[in-house]
């Protein structure tokens, strides 16, 4: 079995509890960032710049690395 998280740090923990490192686990971070002026920055959304990938447990297919599969579920 297979998971991806995001960056959130209570995800660690609770896979943790959850699986007992006995999954491939991998967390996907989205980096975001802004180039515009201070007043544009108040009403726009950050650009996205990129993604870093990271395993935390098992093997990790990277090829599977997303977070779009449960986010389609919601």
Known sequence: MQLTTDGH???LEAVEQAFHGDIDYAML????????KE????YS???FKG????VVSGN???EHVS???VERQN
């Open 39 to 42: 007043d544009q920055r108040k």
């Open 9 to 11: 740090k209570a995800y």
């Open 67 to 69: 977070t779009s599969f």
């Open 45 to 47: 959304l950050s650009k």
């Open 51 to 54: 993604a870093v990938q990271g």
């Open 60 to 62: 990790p297919e990277k």
């Open 29 to 36: 971070v989205k980096l975001y960032g802004n180039n515009q």
